[in-house]
């Protein structure tokens, strides 16, 4: 990484990707807030680049429901409503029931070493409320199972759930006691170690059910849009 937070790597696909993951971490950050809007020519000049993968980064976002572009205001941050969150963690309930299911047959020891180091990561962040750290190393579990699945289908979906939810979450986290939620990945984790797809599926569905319980429960419903969308 640069100074900038960008890859120093080369080609407009790369780079955009690269301004996509710096843009979600300050959206988790609070470096941009609810509302704001995130001018394409000062990013830009910032990172040094043109605006082209600033754009493309921004309409991948829009693409995911992070940001919301409209054509005279440019791009701002948006907030879901809770209900909004917990739909998709309910869809991710029966893609990660899948994932989980698919990826028993394919599991290698490496792959059980690295859903454990993630488990281990999930609980050493949350001993150090690192909520951020966290929620990265939660969604590298999950993506770890949905690649393990050796399903594209699967992997497509995920890919595109993932960051949305990941991204509102954690700015959920310090307002709840999320200890039970996070323990509930060694079931999984068990479960695939056990090589048993039936459990795997089953405590994969029943964790994110609980996630979007806790969303619905608990995200604040005055949060709701932003207010640069309530707008259009």
């Not at 750290?133 to 699967?154: C, K, P």
């Amino acid at each position: 990484m640069g100074e900038s937070g960008l890859d120093p790597a080369f080609g407009g696909e790369l780079l955009s990707e690269s301004v996509k993951r710096l843009l979600l971490d300050r959206i988790m950050q609070g470096h941009y807030k609810p509302g704001e809007r995130i001018v394409e020519m000062r990013l830009a000049k910032e990172l040094g680049t043109s605006q082209s993968p600033v754009r493309e980064a921004l309409r991948d976002l829009a693409a995911i429901g992070v940001v919301a572009i409209h054509s005279r205001r440019g791009a701002r941050v948006r907030m879901p409503t809770s209900k909004e969150l917990a739909d998709v963690s309910l869809v991710r309930s029966e893609i990660d029931a899948l994932a989980a299911r698919l990826a028993v047959a394919q599991l290698d020891d490496r792959t059980i070493d690295e859903l454990q180091g993630a488990y281990d990561e999930m609980l050493a962040c949350l001993e150090r409320q690192d909520y951020l750290g966290m929620t990265r190393a939660d969604a590298h579990f999950h993506q770890t199972i949905a690649q393990a699945s050796a399903n594209l289908a699967v992997t497509r979906v995920f890919d595109q759930l993932e960051p949305f939810a990941r991204t509102f979450i954690t700015l959920t986290l310090p307002n709840v006691d999320v200890r039970a939620i996070v323990h509930e990945h060694k079931g999984i984790l068990t479960a695939l170690q056990k090589r048993d797809p039936q459990a795997a599926a089953e405590r994969a569905r029943t964790h994110q059910i609980n996630v979007s319980n806790l969303l619905r429960d608990h995200y604040s419903p005055d949060i709701g849009l932003a207010q640069g969308e309530q707008a259009s």
